[in-house]
């Protein structure tokens, strides 16, 4: 049973990775081509994905929870991560269940890696745009650095009666 449940729900998250790449994706495109309503969608589906794989990760651990209160082995309390509680349930399997769970186990943390590497270069990627976007900025309108605006477009003040000054020394 514990065999069966694991990798059933290791199987979902692997296909939930997937389709976040996928989604990735379709992010750095709409950024690309500059279609922000895809974009929004997009954020969505990804935001989909990231609760339902919450959901997954929160069923595992109530899943070896319920296995070390059945089996009463106390070989899982003293593994406070997610890997070390996985590997002590696979090591009380047989070999083939073993190396079926632990293969997909892998395939999932390296599609998980992947998928970080990809968004940490998206990130850069528009950090650097934002950067490039505030300097050019700065550099044509020197007159407006610094300066704020409401959501209407209007010039925010910057009211300074709310500062405080620490005079004891």
């Given at each position: 049973?514990?065999?069966?449940?694991?990798?059933?729900?290791?199987?979902?998250?692997?296909?939930?990775?997937?389709?976040?790449?996928?989604?990735?994706?379709?992010?750095?495109?709409?950024?690309?081509?500059?279609?922000?309503t895809d974009f929004e969608n997009q954020i969505s589906a990804m935001n989909s994905?990231?609760?339902?794989?919450?959901?997954?990760?929160?069923?595992?651990?109530?899943?070896?929870?319920?296995?070390?209160?059945?089996?009463?082995?106390?070989?899982?309390?003293?593994?406070t991560d997610a890997k070390g509680r996985f590997y002590a349930i696979a090591a009380?399997?047989?070999?083939?269940?073993?190396?079926?769970?632990?293969?997909?186990?892998?395939?999932?943390?390296?599609?998980?890696?992947?998928?970080?590497?990809?968004?940490?270069?998206?990130l850069a990627y528009l950090g650097g745009i934002k950067s490039t976007l505030k300097?050019?900025?700065?550099?044509?309108?020197?007159?407006?650095?610094?300066?704020?605006?409401?959501?209407?477009?209007?010039?925010?003040?910057?009211?300074?009666?709310?500062?405080?000054?620490?005079?004891?020394?």
């Amino acid at each position: 049973m514990i065999y069966e449940k694991t990798r059933d729900l290791l199987l979902q998250e692997t296909q939930l990775v997937k389709d976040a790449a996928d989604i990735q994706g379709k992010l750095r495109n709409a950024v690309f081509g500059r279609e922000w309503t895809d974009f929004e969608n997009q954020i969505s589906a990804m935001n989909s994905i990231e609760n339902r794989l919450a959901g997954l990760e929160s069923e595992r651990e109530q899943l070896f929870d319920v296995y070390e209160s059945l089996t009463r082995k106390n070989a899982l309390s003293s593994k406070t991560d997610a890997k070390g509680r996985f590997y002590a349930i696979a090591a009380v399997l047989p070999e083939k269940q073993r190396n079926d769970l632990t293969a997909i186990y892998r395939a999932l943390k390296l599609d998980s890696m992947k998928l970080k590497l990809a968004n940490e270069t998206f990130l850069a990627y528009l950090g650097g745009i934002k950067s490039t976007l505030k300097d050019f900025f700065d550099l044509a309108f020197p007159e407006s650095v610094g300066k704020m605006y409401t959501k209407n477009g209007t010039h925010f003040s910057q009211d300074m009666s709310s500062m405080v000054l620490n005079r004891s020394f």
